[in-house]
């Protein structure tokens, strides 16, 4: 008799934990509190196109990559539309400070001589910088995707591993500006200064450097393939109806009920959830009171604020890589900060569309923000937070489009209509912690609190989600195989994937 599984949650985690376990001989349910799946990876319809939630620029989809291997097990590979960034330029950075563009090239050759043109007497430098950074990746199991003798997760625990990004980075030249130029990935880790571990910014960055691509038509598309698989085995996703309330007893879950009353029961569980949220749905004495401390002790990364824009017919030009916005070279590692002026930059992208041409029909601008920039709303509820956040919203639009103008001028005059999301926006939307966009903070100087096993005190329930290993598209999908290697065996997932041939 097949074993039954629930999912709390139908984010990018709980869809590859599902459409592993499903693959694996699993009854699975899936139990969504929004009507749309994905978390992270939805996509919404404004204006009459359709916009991701997110930056989707993703990496380890390239030929033999690791999400690319992941993807063939599942038998999703050719169904997914994506389109590669170009190899010249994957990245554009600018700096207002000096008005200086750097361009961003793809591979490791490409990477040095891209910056050697802005950095002539660093080519050595550069060239050990990015052997480093591929070495760091490179003895990371479970990013290879190689059978491992110990714990089968995303952390080494070596010197390299635990010294702090920005340290990491010093170690290869003392130019400062290079420093800065080297760290431009960091909003899409929540980076902090003396914090942020070395190997969170050598895994993105290995990601990138080998190429990078988006989603064509949207993120979406690729959440409905997962849970096609989910549901082609047998499966279950309940939709607009989230957990309520989890029945443990004896360190063990009995039960799950959602908002709807529907009372589901399985082997094991599996939280998609921010781990602060799962505990809101359970008796105080299901997990150890140091357990509860310990989560809620965690920081959380930043939040962001995002500008969904619809461009008018033909008015500016589809832009096959992304453009990063920074203001000061100082402040590279400073967007978690509250005493730092906003915004110190963005990150902008032009999604493509199926039949793209030469001009592209939306923008997507995304800024990182503290939570505590709209703390003094954070008891209101959507569609009910008052005339002052509105203004408040419409304040900001306009001090990231005057930024978006340093960079194309006119832009202004290309706009038709604009959206925006606040930190508030994610917060509630995903149900994530402060609007974390990234999930806990890593912690170099205490990595005991900043890593959270996919096991807990509880029994049959697991974790999965950008909380525990790494988030991202790569960093959620790696989670999964952890997780579900806690119900199927170490190394038994890994092995399944490289299997397929």
Not at 87 to 112: A, M, N, P, Q
Not at 293 to 312: G, V
Not at 360 to 376: D, G, H, W, Y
């Amino acid at each position: 008799m097949k074993q039954k599984v629930v999912i709390i949650g139908a984010g990018l985690g709980g869809l590859f934990a599902g459409a592993i376990l499903s693959k694996e001989g699993f009854w699975v349910t899936l139990v969504e509190k929004n009507a749309v799946i994905g978390g992270g990876l939805q996509s919404f319809q404004r204006f009459g196109e359709h916009f991701d939630t997110g930056m989707h620029v993703i990496g380890g989809l390239q030929p033999q990559g690791n999400i690319w291997k992941i993807c063939r097990y599942l038998g999703i590979l050719d169904d997914i539309k994506v389109r590669d960034v170009d190899d010249d330029c994957t990245d554009l950075l600018y700096f207002s400070e000096d008005h200086t563009y750097y361009v961003i090239g793809k591979g490791r050759e490409g990477f040095v001589e891209s910056l050697v043109k802005s950095f002539p007497d660093e080519r050595q430098n550069l060239e050990r910088y990015v052997d480093a950074v591929l070495s760091i990746a490179d003895k990371v199991d479970l990013f290879n995707l190689r059978p491992t003798e110990g714990q089968l997760s995303l952390f080494v625990d070596s010197e390299d591993f635990l010294m702090s990004a920005d340290d990491f980075i010093a170690r290869f030249t003392s130019d400062e500006r290079l420093r800065s130029v080297l760290a431009y990935m960091n909003p899409l880790y929540g980076g902090r200064a003396h914090e942020t571990p070395a190997y969170v910014h050598a895994i993105i960055s290995t990601l990138y450097i080998k190429g990078a691509s988006r989603f064509v038509g949207g993120s979406g598309q690729f959440a409905q393939l997962l849970a096609d698989t989910i549901r082609q085995r047998g499966g279950e996703i309940i939709t607009n109806d989230g957990v309520e309330w989890i029945g443990i007893n004896d360190r063990k879950v009995d039960f799950v009920r959602t908002r709807t009353g529907k009372v589901l029961t399985a082997d094991y569980y599996i939280s998609d959830i921010h781990p602060c949220a799962l505990l809101k749905l359970t008796d105080e004495k299901a997990f150890p009171k140091s357990y509860r401390e310990r989560l809620n002790a965690i920081p959380n990364t930043h939040s962001a604020f995002s500008l969904y824009i619809k461009l008018k017919p033909d008015s500016f030009p589809y832009i096959n890589h992304s453009v990063y916005y920074m203001t000061k070279y100082s402040d590279v590692w400073n967007f978690s900060r509250t005493d730092r002026p906003w915004p110190l930059g963005f990150l902008m992208m032009t999604p493509p569309n199926e039949d793209q041409g030469r001009y592209a029909t939306k923008v997507l601008v995304t800024a990182p923000m503290p939570f505590q920039m709209v703390k003094r709303w954070e008891n209101t509820t959507v569609g009910h937070r008052g005339e002052d956040y509105e203004a408040w919203k419409r304040e900001r639009a306009d001090e990231l489009l005057a930024q978006m103008e340093e960079v194309y001028p006119g832009f202004r005059d290309a706009i038709e209509d604009i959206n925006t999301a606040s930190p508030l926006t994610i917060r509630d939307f995903y149900g994530v912690k402060e609007g974390s966009i990234c999930g806990f903070a890593k912690n170099c100087q205490n990595m005991t609190l900043s890593q959270v096993p996919v096991v807990t005190k509880v029994r049959n329930l697991l974790l999965t989600g950008q909380n525990n290993n790494l988030h991202g598209f790569c960093g959620v999908p790696l989670t999964a195989i952890n997780t579900c290697e806690a119900i199927l065996g170490l190394n038994y997932v890994v092995n399944k994937i490289n299997e397929v041939k």
